[in-house]
């Protein structure tokens, strides 16, 4: 930590404890910023308390990410680097950057030459890559897809079809309130041998990952997700 870094910090998935999922080096580098780019800035405060009850939260600075905030903000967020001084990024939860906000401000700090240092931490697509038993070789994040009906059946009719013909994993996720209307429109796109991978509320005391074949899947019942981020992955 001699020279200033933009440090992209992993947030636990959940209630998940903080000493499960982040190991005891993003603690010191935690303790030794005084500068954040947040999401939020109450979640962030929240966040920096579990990783230590000890830390001046008053004494920090936050600049919030927003939705509208525009590069050259993003860059004047920067400016304590140029002062020598590091930066950390907090997203809601999981990893900076990675279906979260952060890229555009790692995006700058990379034009202006700044090192950025990712830290260690749980990514829930890499976490249900690892336990879907699909390829972990050759696989897609396709973030949320598309809202109107048809549109959506024909993404996903799309999505299986380069699983078979790319035999690469396809992952996307959807609004937790949505999830079971997700899950039955997957049943009625995919054909009855596709294997779908359910993985929700990963880390947490409520982790539920299942892959079965959609054939098995119209079996079985699936459990109450409208409150649990999900994961979805088809496969050939």
Not at 19 to 31: G, R, T
Not at 63 to 71: E, I, L, R, T, W
Not at 118 to 132: C, D, E, R, T
Request: hydrophobic share 40%.
């Amino acid at each position: 930590m001699d020279s200033p870094a933009l440090y992209l910090i992993p947030v636990p998935l959940g209630d998940t404890p903080v000493a499960n999922v982040l190991p005891a080096y993003n603690h010191d580098v935690i303790m030794s910023l005084r500068h954040f780019i947040v999401e939020d800035v109450r979640s962030a405060r929240r966040f920096l308390k579990k990783v230590d009850k000890s830390i001046d939260i008053d004494g920090l600075v936050f600049y919030p990410m927003g939705k509208h905030v525009s590069a050259d903000v993003f860059a004047s967020y920067l400016q304590p680097m140029e002062h020598g001084l590091s930066v950390g990024v907090i997203s809601e939860a999981g990893c900076p950057a990675v279906a979260d906000p952060g890229a555009d401000v790692v995006t700058i700090a990379q034009r202006k030459g700044f090192r950025v240092v990712p830290l260690v931490g749980p990514s829930s697509i890499l976490l249900a890559v690892m336990a879907s038993g699909f390829n972990g070789q050759s696989f897609a994040f396709n973030g949320y897809l598309p809202i109107d009906a048809a549109d959506r059946f024909k993404k996903i009719k799309m999505l299986e079809q380069r699983a078979y013909a790319e035999s690469q994993t396809q992952i996307f996720i959807e609004t937790p309130y949505r999830n079971a209307k997700m899950f039955d429109e997957i049943l009625r796109a995919c054909r009855p041998q596709t294997r779908l991978c359910v993985a929700a509320g990963i880390t947490c005391e409520n982790e539920y990952i299942r892959t079965h074949t959609i054939q098995e899947w119209k079996k079985k019942t699936l459990p109450e997700l409208s409150k649990t981020p999900a994961i979805f992955l088809i496969y050939k």
